[in-house]
């Protein structure tokens, strides 16, 4: 759990691992550099920033859009990390609303295709050896 947590939770380096281009450490947190305070900005989706509100190493972090993200407001996640017998479950919420009325069940399913999608590209890059 203190492997997945950790590698999920260095900002600046999801590039490595999630498809999403390069991802850059704008704002450091506190105490931690990838804990509550810190903001990530995504190079592939313009004015796009994700700002940590909640880590608590290593079962659970939380964050919020600050920037960016139309058609989406009010986005707010929880990523919790929970030991299993077989390694780490990660359970990945939000909430949002959208700001184009009728639109928020189009917009939760591309979330979720999307989390599924980074979820596995963690699960495989953790398995890799080394």
Do not use: N, Q
Not at 39 to 54: D, K, Q, Y
Request: no cysteine.
């Amino acid at each position: 759990r203190e492997r997945v947590f950790a590698r999920y939770t260095d900002h600046e380096r999801w590039g490595e691992w999630t498809g999403l281009g390069r991802v850059r450490l704008v704002k450091d947190g506190a105490p931690e550099r990838d804990g509550i305070g810190a903001v990530r900005a995504f190079a592939a989706a313009g004015p796009l920033r994700e700002e940590v509100t909640g880590y608590e190493a290593p079962s659970r972090m939380t964050y919020r859009i600050a920037a960016g993200g139309f058609p989406i407001t009010d986005h707010h996640g929880e990523v919790v990390f929970e030991e299993t017998g077989a390694g780490t479950r990660v359970t990945w919420r939000v909430r949002f609303r959208s700001r184009l009325p009728g639109t928020g069940w189009l917009i939760e399913r591309g979330l979720r295709r999307l989390f599924t999608t980074l979820l596995g590209r963690l699960a495989r890059d953790l398995a890799r050896p080394g």
